[in-house]
């Protein structure tokens, strides 16, 4: 079990006069602590901290009005988030707080790094902890720290990645509630769960009288629907819960750049992502570049990049509170977040022109378009 943070600018304080955001170093006497279940990851990269004192505002409806940004409930919580999130800080200390100012001054505010796309790995800013009778107490101990150093007083969402299916789902249910009765979250929510886990959550929740889960971080995008498109909507209905979606641009593939092979710059050329160049020169891959020509047509009809009517097209469901954004560049980020204009533009007809291409709508019960 793995547990990540996430925030809204709601839970942001700025840093007190000659503070400055640094890089941490994990404490030795916490780091010795055994094989974990639980792992910390700080969602507010320390760079926030050295900015939000400048743009101290809330993001209120004039910023929604002037950068267009959409905010939704997330899943049928009462906690409003902007439906695109930044969630990757793999880049250099100086470009991510780069990101970060674009993204809050675009009107972001959902701030997530429990996915940095570094080798299909996650970094952690805290040392492993584990979930044996202590269990609670350390994770508590292990929040707190992290809330300090991060100069915040709670976070709105802590996600639960379980990574160890061992765990009885009553702990985890237990411990995620406490978490919350102490102040240091709003809202816990699942990260790569399974609808039949996040059930049982939510039914030792009622059974126990504790806080059940309001959200599924899950990977959404052109070629990976079944789970957002099929399962989760019944637990949107059934139960509230509802979906931050990671991954729109399925780690660059969509972007159309492996179009004619792989280009040396490329993160697909690096020997940590062999996975993903052996995913873009199978078969299959190759089938994926030939629709995404045919998307560009799309996009190109609608006047925007293929990029922006990927993530547009994550947004058309109902059951997608926000969307993750990936990226490493100020430029990209700025053309990614350019899909908040296209999202008008995702009619019934060219949601069914996608579908078309694509081949792989899943069968569901209703239809999700807006």
Not at 238 to 250: R, T
Request: charged content about 20%; hydrophobic content about 35%.
């Amino acid at each position: 079990m793995q547990v990540s943070f996430a925030c809204t600018d709601h839970g942001l304080k700025a840093p007190r006069n000659g503070e400055h955001s640094k890089q941490n170093a994990t404490s030795p006497n916490t780091a010795s602590q055994a094989r974990a279940r639980f792992r910390t990851v700080a969602l507010i990269a320390r760079s926030l901290g050295s900015f939000t004192h400048r743009y101290h505002h809330s993001l209120k409806e004039s910023t929604a009005k002037l950068t267009g940004m959409k905010y939704r409930n997330l899943g049928k919580s009462g906690l409003r988030v902007s439906c695109l999130g930044l969630g990757n800080f793999s880049c250099l200390f100086q470009v991510a707080e780069q990101l970060m100012t674009i993204a809050y001054e675009s009107g972001v505010n959902l701030f997530d790094t429990a996915e940095v796309y570094s080798g299909g790995k996650r970094s952690s800013l805290n040392p492993n902890l584990s979930l044996s009778k202590p269990a609670i107490c350390l994770l508590t101990l292990g929040l707190k720290g992290s809330l300090q150093r991060m100069q915040l007083e709670y976070v709105d969402v802590v996600f639960a990645n379980r990574t160890d299916t061992n765990t009885p789902m009553e702990e985890i249910v237990r411990a995620m509630t406490h978490v919350i009765n102490q102040g240091m979250a709003m809202y816990w929510g699942t990260s790569r769960w399974s609808a039949m886990e996040i059930m049982e959550a939510y039914s030792v929740a009622r059974q126990f009288n504790l806080i059940p889960p309001v959200c599924e971080q899950a990977e959404y995008h052109f070629f990976q629907r079944e789970k957002v498109e099929t399962h989760l909507p019944e637990l949107y209905h059934k139960i509230g819960v509802g979906v931050v979606s990671w991954s729109p641009l399925a780690c660059g593939i969509i972007t159309g750049k492996y179009e004619n092979g792989i280009p040396e710059s490329s993160r697909a050329s690096m020997k940590p992502y062999q996975w993903l160049r052996e995913k873009i020169v199978s078969e299959e891959g190759r089938k994926q570049q030939a629709k995404l020509k045919e998307l560009a047509h799309i996009a190109e009809k609608l006047g925007c990049t293929l990029p922006q009517l990927a993530i547009a097209w994550c947004l058309r469901n109902e059951g997608v509170s926000s969307v993750l954004l990936g990226s490493s560049s100020p430029s990209q980020l700025t053309e990614n977040l350019g899909a908040i204009q296209v999202i008008p533009k995702m009619t019934a007809g060219i949601a069914s022109e996608v579908d078309h291409i694509l081949g792989n709508r899943p069968h569901s019960k209703r239809d999700y378009h807006h």
